[in-house]
């Protein structure tokens, strides 16, 4: 509610004219309550949780060559049924959980001092508030997400949300209750520590859900402006975190890419992004080409160096075929990188006698992922 009767009292009290904004501001709001406004944001949840992950869901139906290439994890597609019961859980999540809280937290919003009057904020302050708000965020989502993956709280909350290995916009705010209550506390955070404007809270809750679904959309897109802004994570970044699954100890962030390096749990994944380009670099410049029976594979050693398992592949199909046969490998590195293992990268030639013991050894490797499942 704006303490002002007209638009003349309100230019008359800023000792100016009202922009265009402003007044559109004051048509709007003048004669509604801050709660209402405060509420408005359950309606931009609504949209945004319904419509922004529409053009991924539209993509993963198509299943078109030209955007296949972007699907990081190509072997797994959902059908129109499986998005859509997703969504509907989100829903029930939503008018349960997210909207009710919305509803009972305004006191909060008043004790931290959300203002809804005139004038609006700039530009560059709804700039750098929004900027102060992601890194608040990132930083405190990061230490509640690494503790969610200790034994307790990954069986009893966390759980949920990784059901999705391969994740899904819709999946995005997929999670148990406990999850969603407790990772509420870094999105008021900021805006409670440099509060600003409704606008520009309004603003907070839309983009970070819009970011939220982006890194979970399972596309790595090279044209997205997000490529732009320096250390953020993106979809690669976090997809990887829900491939690896339960046990990953690696990519907790939930926006940019500074904790896990400065705390060391990106190095599993830095480790076999290495790897693949490494591998798809040599198969692309035909090294092995001209060798009469070369297999590629990864050994896996314990600490002293014993090979304790290996992922292989030989010749046949391997070079036919690109990314799912290097997917197929990948799985078993980042099984092992993430257990701690020593990976060791070998490319063998099967004359020297190297392969029956790579693919024996494949067996070792099958033991410790059905002892994990
Ligand atoms: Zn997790
Ligand atoms: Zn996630």
Redesign the pocket.
């Known amino acids: 509610m704006l303490p002002y009767a007209s638009l003349e009292d309100a230019a008359s009290a800023l000792g100016r004219n009202l922009t265009l904004a402003e007044t559109l501001w004051y048509k709007y709001s003048a004669d509604k309550s801050d709660y209402y406004l405060y509420c408005h944001n359950i309606l931009f949840l609504f949209v945004v949780f319904s419509v922004v992950p529409l053009p991924m869901v539209f993509i993963e139906c198509l299943r078109s060559n030209n955007f296949d290439k972007y699907k990081i994890q190509p072997k797994v597609r959902m059908s129109l049924s499986d998005m859509f019961r997703c969504y509907k859980d989100v829903m029930r999540m939503f008018f349960l959980i997210v909207g009710p809280l919305q509803l009972v937290s305004y006191p909060s919003i008043q004790l931290i001092g959300i203002r809804t009057g005139l004038p609006l904020p700039s530009g560059w302050e709804m700039f750098f508030q929004l900027l102060v708000y992601f890194l608040i965020e990132d930083y405190t989502n990061y230490w509640v997400h690494r503790f969610l993956h200790n034994k307790w709280g990954y069986e009893k909350i966390h759980r949920v949300?990784h059901e999705y290995s391969a994740?899904i916009g819709f999946?995005?705010p997929y999670a148990h209750w406990a999850e969603i209550l407790i990772l509420g506390i870094p999105s008021f955070l900021g805006p409670a520590m440099v509060p600003g404007h409704m606008i520009t809270f309004w603003s907070w809750i839309a983009l970070r859900q819009i970011e939220a679904i982006e890194?979970?959309s399972g596309y790595d897109f090279p044209w997205s402006p997000t490529k732009y802004i320096p250390f953020y994570g993106g979809a690669e970044y976090?997809d990887y975190?829900?491939y690896v699954g339960g046990q990953s100890q690696s990519n907790f962030a939930s926006v940019f890419t500074y904790c896990d390096f400065l705390y060391g749990t990106d190095k599993g994944y830095r480790y076999q992004k290495k790897l693949l380009s490494k591998m798809k670099e040599e198969l692309r410049s035909g090294v092995w080409k001209d060798l009469p029976f070369v297999g590629v594979g990864a050994t896996i050693c314990n600490g002293s160096g014993a090979v304790v398992a290996a992922v292989f592949r030989h010749s046949t199909g391997f070079f036919s075929t690109n990314s799912r046969e290097l997917l197929a490998l990948r799985d078993g590195l980042l099984l092992a990188l993430e257990l701690g293992l020593k990976v060791k990268w070998v490319k063998c030639n099967a004359s020297m006698g190297v392969a029956g013991l790579v693919v024996s050894d494949i067996r070792a490797l099958c033991k410790v992922i059905i002892k994990l499942n």
């Open positions: 949300h994740p999946a995005a890194t979970h976090h975190h829900h």
